[in-house]
């Protein structure tokens, strides 16, 4: 018996040791990704190219092309295994000549107001659209006034975004309706236009774009949508309810042409063991092109290339087989992240892992999660060895719009949480510009992706479980 | 025995009610503080006005005494129990004319550098001062060039601040020796002046002032200090690998004065049950003289006016005296939290806790707290409270320069830790600016302090433990 006791003593002295080395190991091989990525991060600087070099990257522009062999051939310098586009037709659609509004406050009086075309809007008559404004404060509001009140008018839709959420992309989703339906259901009561309040939470003269759709709506039917600045919204409607009748004219050049080849731009380090399962992380190549782009996704796609690097600078070989891939089209129409996990299924592709940081280049606070409860059980207990880094959440619900295609089976999703506080400040706006993206920020959220990663390579995440994926986007 | 259990029961069910009950309404009570400061907060208005209307605020200077008056004038509406004003005499010094400097790059060649005078530092003499540079990591390096080489010359402290360290005050902490002591060391090796590298992580052109002392040299043997901008350390360090005779010009116009009158501002909500024991909430009213002061510490100025008028907002009573104290000369002397602490202490007065913000007005992350183990136990016991907010920062350590006087017996110190990535981008240069300050965040840091004041208040900090303060600043 005594020798059994000792068997089992040494057992657990031997499981303790070992635990204790990963334990260390994982530290060390951790600070090493976050000091290499604040010390000699290229982050920084492949990201001031995609925003100052290139630029606006709207799909099917120059800009996105440009950004996509910029990208191929970043990757190409960092001595991949491989390097590749993925081909993939893309809705192009021009906003033309600058837009211009004015509401009429009087006789020969007139005040500009700041708007932007809204992404896949039909351009006003040559002319211009004016007629008079009913506010409302959503959809649901249309059949509450009728067509009776609504007809031959422009809608505005102003609902702002709540100011007492504390995550700021709840706020965002709980108003993205006015913006993205919100002209397909006014059409329905016959109004001329819609203008919606920006999706912003700060007052300014941003007017902030973003994509809509008219769903099946035959092209005849469809009216003009324009985002309004939060200062001119609010101007907006502080006049409407002295001046009932006030119209607002407003001329928008846009244009949807055929769909044109882009690609999503990949690269690889093949797996050195399981080199058939595949970890991705991602951020987007298309931006909006009022800005250059730089939260909305240019951080998530230097970020993205950046985890190869620092596998590489560390010198980090990883088990399974690790993808960079950025998305081409997420802002309106996701083709690329369709694309790709169409491809993905055709070739039966096993991807254990996606990871997605497409929530600006903020200080990174942690991760949501889509995950069965045995996978998320295992993820949370590497939770303390970010601690150091002031890495907190880690809750359920998470990835991101370009890799929820990939969605089922045991694909555990990930997106990366930076702070969120300002991150609608920006967000489709003129001032998504470089300036605005804090280097160590950008090469905090790089080096918290790749320790992530890191650990999902080392320890795996296959479950026993088969069905039970918890957590939404 | 029947009924013994009877009571048990009976007894776990009321404690689990009431300890249900307490928690239910301190979750409420702090939603209804975070709904208060980010629906109708008062914190980012003030701030408009005392950056963008008052300005600069150096001790001494007529920004602090416009200061002085709006702030008690803004807490005179708030109908506290008092308002007062405590006098302090505290040191005026004054840049004067804009400081100019270049380095000699050639024969009648010359390329200006951006410099700032350090606060404290005499000027050089009216015709600049000119000499050769020899670089240093650090004060320790003086003692290994010795006299015979820095004789003559003036010193260049290029040590930067480590960018792979996560929280960046201890970067500031490794590297501000640099800037406050230089200038008094240099010196006893016959330096003719010093330029120190900015305190910034980041590489711009804004130079960064902050204090100095000379200590108890004579003015005689003191020597001008100066920052330059980290970009044109960058260029002094490489031209001068190249040009080893390279000479620097400057010239500061700084002046000491005579100490002046001035005044720490206190408004004070009387406690309803033990008005003797006091708790403060306080930042700095002074700035540096660059920018307006609205991170260093505007932020932490009306953050602390709306704790008070968030209580009084929510309709909750302080059972404890809760004072605002708007400390004066935090920047150059520390004579307003002195002054206080002194005045406490002659009265006898009962300090039980003391909250600080002069960390920037960026998103809160938590508090650090310089209190015993046990007080210590207590605070963590709050700390699920602050998780809806995104609160989860609770350390040992902490507190403030101008609290840290009111420091000893069973005062519990505590500092709010917002985040701290773009902190040193701002500090003590031109640009810390209200354009910098995100409305949202500046609340939330509100809100957070509010909400601990609160729980303070309601449970308290006593403790049996006499001794045992743990913890530094």
Not at 102 to 129: C, E, F, K, M, W
Not at 180 to 208: F, Q
Not at 329 to 346: D, M, P
Request: charged content about 25%; overall charge negative.
């Amino acid at each position: 018996m005594k020798s059994f006791y000792t068997v089992l003593i040494l057992l657990f002295i031997g499981l303790g040791t070992s635990a204790q080395t990963n334990s260390t190991e994982d530290s060390l091989n951790i600070r090493k990704i976050y000091d290499m990525s604040l010390l000699n991060g290229k982050s920084y600087t492949w990201l001031d190219h995609l925003s100052n070099e290139i630029g606006g990257r709207l799909s099917g522009s120059y800009g996105a092309e440009q950004a996509v062999e910029y990208t191929k051939a970043e990757l190409e310098k960092l001595g991949l295994d491989k390097v590749w586009l993925q081909p993939v037709m893309v809705p192009k659609w021009t906003r033309g000549g600058r837009e211009f509004a004015y509401v009429q406050t009087g006789p020969g009086q007139t005040r500009n107001v700041n708007i932007t075309a809204l992404g896949g809007s039909v351009a006003t008559p040559a002319g211009g659209t004016k007629a008079e404004v009913i506010e409302v404060q959503g959809i649901e509001q249309l059949k509450e006034y009728g067509k009776e009140n609504i007809e031959g008018k422009i809608v505005f839709y102003n609902r702002p975004m709540r100011a007492d959420l504390i995550q700021t992309f709840e706020a965002y989703s709980g108003c993205v309706d006015q913006r993205y339906s919100g002209a397909k259901e006014a059409a329905k009561y016959g109004a001329v236009g819609v203008i919606v309040r920006s999706m912003n939470l700060r007052l300014d003269d941003l007017p902030h774009t973003g994509s809509m759709s008219y769903g099946d709506m035959p092209v005849k039917d469809r009216i003009p949508a324009a985002a309004i600045s939060t200062n001119d919204a609010e101007y907006l409607s502080g006049i409407l309810k002295i001046q009932k009748d006030l119209e607002l004219y407003f001329k928008m050049n846009c244009e949807q042409h055929e769909d044109v080849q882009s690609y999503n731009v990949i690269g690889e380090i093949t797996g050195t063991e399981t080199p058939e399962e595949i970890m991705v992380v991602g951020g987007h190549l298309d931006s909006w092109d009022l800005g250059d782009g730089s939260h909305d996704d240019g951080a998530g796609v230097v970020q993205s290339m950046e985890v190869l690097r620092l596998f590489k600078e560390i010198g980090y070989k990883p088990k399974k087989t690790l993808r960079v891939v950025l998305f081409m089209n997420e802002e309106n129409g996701l083709r690329g992240g369709n694309k790709y996990a169409e491809v993905a299924k055709s070739k039966s592709e096993n991807h254990v892992f996606a990871l997605e940081s497409d929530a600006g280049g903020f200080t990174p606070r942690g991760f949501g999660f889509t995950s069965n409860d045995e996978q998320y059980e295992k993820i949370l207990s590497w939770k303390s060895l970010f601690e150091p880094y002031l890495i907190h959440y880690f809750h359920r619900g998470g990835g991101g719009a370009d890799i929820s295609p990939l969605k089922g089976g045991n694909t555990v999703l990930a997106g990366l949480r930076p702070d969120s506080q300002r991150y609608f400040d920006h967000h489709h706006a003129a001032n998504d510009t470089f300036e605005h993206v804090n280097k160590r920020e950008l090469e905090l959220g790089a080096a918290t992706m790749t320790s992530l990663v890191y650990l999902v390579d080392k320890y795996g995440l296959e479950s026993t479980a088969k069905d039970s994926l918890n957590g939404t986007d």
